[in-house]
């Protein structure tokens, strides 16, 4: 299985901008890039994902390198409240055994 | 908008006790998939149901079982209860083949005790 790796965690001021890196050195051609976040004592929730070029929703950007080996969670302007684990995931396309495999997130602190 | 709705949100059982967890998923998605998170660990895939069939399954002990009932709410079984099995247990639901994301309930946090 392709496998995602990012920092353990990150710290940024509060209204600052914030990019969340996450390399995938293995992803194949059919692998959406999923973001999820959890927030203390919450359950996980849907950010954002992509497959080849930039997504922009309400929430955050996604922004993916050209090879596809590794993207970007942006985060436009940081509030205390995303503070939480930000997890980047791949997906399979059309796969009947498709389910998220939670990895090793990185914990945001946001800095008042 | 409706969200995943989990029952109850916190439950208390002793050693060796069984416990049953509700989910009720957005009205229209299909599909149903458990997770359990451990104290400091990331939510661990359980099992997950499509069209009230088992449609794949991860780490979930032989003790638990699981079942996605006509009307598509889910219910997770767990028997024999260990002090290990204490952890927060979270439904998600989607529509199959979709890429849109799951959309997470709240949690049921399971203490044994």
């Known amino acids: 299985d392709a496998k995602t790796t990012q920092p353990n965690s990150m710290e940024s001021n509060e209204e600052e901008p914030v990019h969340l890196p996450c390399n995938h050195s293995?992803?194949?051609?059919?692998?959406?890039i999923h973001w999820y976040r959890q927030l203390p004592s919450q359950g996980p929730e849907y950010v954002i994902h992509?497959?080849?070029s930039n997504v922009n929703n309400r929430m955050a950007s996604l922004a993916i390198a050209e090879d596809r080996k590794s993207s970007t969670l942006i985060l436009h302007r940081a509030t205390l409240r995303d503070a939480a684990v930000y997890y980047c995931?791949?997906?399979?396309?059309?796969?009947?055994?498709?389910?998220?495999?939670f990895g090793k997130g990185t914990r945001l602190h946001i800095l008042p | 908008a409706a969200g995943v709705i989990q029952s109850p949100r916190h439950l208390i059982k002793e050693k060796r006790e069984t416990a049953t967890l509700k989910c009720y998923p957005i009205p229209r998605h299909d599909t149903v998939y458990w997770y359990q998170q451990g104290p400091g660990q990331d939510p661990q895939f359980l099992i997950s149901?499509?069209?009230?069939?088992?449609?794949d399954k991860g780490s979930i002990p032989d003790r638990f079982s699981a079942q996605q009932f006509s009307d598509y709410h889910s219910e997770l079984n767990m028997s024999s209860l260990e002090l290990g099995d204490s952890a927060l247990y979270f439904c998600?639901?989607?529509?199959?083949?979709?890429?849109?994301?799951?959309?997470f309930g709240s949690g049921t946090r399971l203490t044994v005790v």
């Open positions: 149901f499509y069209e009230k069939m088992q449609s």
């Open positions: 995931i791949l997906r399979l396309q059309m796969n009947r055994d498709d389910k998220i495999i």
């Open positions: 992509g497959l080849t």
């Open positions: 998600a639901s989607s529509t199959y083949g979709t890429y849109y994301g799951y959309t």
């Open positions: 293995t992803i194949s051609g059919t692998d959406y």
